[in-house]
């Protein structure tokens, strides 16, 4: 018979995120600081709007771009939070989750041997969604020394003339670094003078701490070559409901709500009702959220340094990515060998890339005393095999 699968994504691995939550979530007993999801239940305002959706019988296709009250509420959220402007009509386009946003835009956007750079560590779906759109991913490698931040040198070694798209992550997914306003000045002129456009993934916007975030397409110059990403699942604790948005000019918006047309419809009605109630009135749950993190995050900090690690500070989204390179083991080792010895699950940093190889991923979006019992298992772990 002949082959019936396609080699490009045969190709593809499968996240490293996920393998370790699939072996947790059968071993009794075991926490899990591996999974990027909130541990707070949606406010209840939020899904009692859902209900009452239903109550309603709104159960039918909305517009293939989203839901018109979703869409102008989006564009609310961003001139209030980001100082953007944009148009609800043809500006606006509600994904199934922001995961679907990037897959779209990407696709919309490349050719062929078209390049996009992708910074790592990173979230795991841009270098595959750039394969499967037909690109040629470039990483470029965030360091350490550099608070995990994008620099104007990496970036300017990075372009070719294949070059594209580049694909910001901040706040970061794992590092929980951020670019603020002179670091994405710095990069700027680069975008405009090489003509790059840029997907900008902002789906941890809302939880920064200490410094507010900044988006790349409020510089001048920059509204008009690049796609916001973001969505509900982090700051509304929404991750079930799968929504997300794209935001963007109209020539791009349109290829990408084609694409959405074909393969999805439109997002689900329920969760688009329930979204304008978020945006509406979810300020305060946002910041009730982001303070709880918060604390976990300077507790999470500490303890990980009184470890004798050492634990690069996060100024957003919910993760720590504590070295273990002083430690003789690579990162996988480490997550499998904890997970089997004191049934902590934490993911390696290799799943976020290669240059990943030494770092762990830990999320806080857990409770503080989840967060006491992991860590007394980890210290004892780190000290069995110092």
Not at 5 to 25: A, E, H, M, T
Not at 185 to 213: A, F, N, P, Q
Not at 217 to 241: E, H, L, Q
Not at 303 to 324: D, H, K, Q, T
């Amino acid at each position: 018979m002949r082959n019936p699968l396609s080699r490009n994504v045969v190709n593809i691995q499968p996240s490293g995120i996920r393998k370790f939550f699939d072996i947790v979530s059968e071993m009794k007993d075991a926490i899990s600081l591996g999974v990027g999801e909130p541990d707070f239940d949606t406010p209840w305002h939020i899904r009692e709007e859902g209900i009452y959706s239903l109550e309603k019988g709104r159960t039918f296709y909305t517009s293939n771009s989203g839901l018109k009250e979703l869409k102008i509420e989006i564009c609310n959220y961003l001139y209030r939070r980001c100082d953007l402007q944009y148009n609800y009509s043809n500006e606006v386009l509600v994904t199934v989750g922001g995961s679907e946003a990037i897959d779209l835009a990407l696709r919309a956007m490349v050719d062929p041997g078209d390049e996009v750079l992708v910074p790592q560590p990173s979230y795991v779906s841009y270098h595959p969604c750039a394969l499967l759109a037909g690109a040629v991913p470039v990483v470029i490698e965030l360091k350490e020394e550099n608070n995990f931040k994008l620099t104007k040198q990496d970036l300017l070694s990075a372009i070719t003339d294949k070059t594209k798209i580049l694909i910001l992550p901040f706040p970061n997914n794992p590092t929980g670094a951020i670019m603020d306003y002179d670091d994405l000045k710095d990069i700027v002129d680069i975008i405009i003078e090489k003509d790059l456009y840029v997907i900008s993934d902002e789906i941890y916007s809302e939880l920064t701490y200490g410094k507010r975030h900044v988006s790349i397409a409020s510089f001048p110059g920059m509204r008009d070559r690049t796609i916001v990403i973001n969505g509900f699942s982090k700051s509304y604790a929404m991750t079930g409901w799968r929504l997300g948005y794209a935001a963007g000019p109209a020539l791009i918006i349109e290829q990408m709500t084609k694409i959405h047309q074909f393969a999805i419809m439109c997002a689900p009605t329920t969760s688009q009702y329930a979204a304008v109630e978020a945006l509406r009135n979810g300020d305060s749950d946002v910041e009730m959220m982001r303070d709880a993190y918060d604390k976990r995050r300077k507790y999470l900090v500490h303890a990980i340094r009184n470890m004798g690690l050492s634990c690069f500070e996060p100024l957003g989204a919910f993760y720590v990515f504590p070295s273990i390179k002083g430690l003789n083991m690579s990162s996988d080792d480490f997550a499998t060998r904890l997970l089997q010895e004191e049934k902590v699950a934490v993911v390696p940093g290799t799943a976020f890339g290669a240059c990943g190889e030494g770092f762990l991923r830990i999320s806080y979006a857990y409770s503080i005393d989840n967060l006491k019992v992991a860590l007394e298992r980890i210290e004892r772990f780190v000290k069995k095999h110092k």
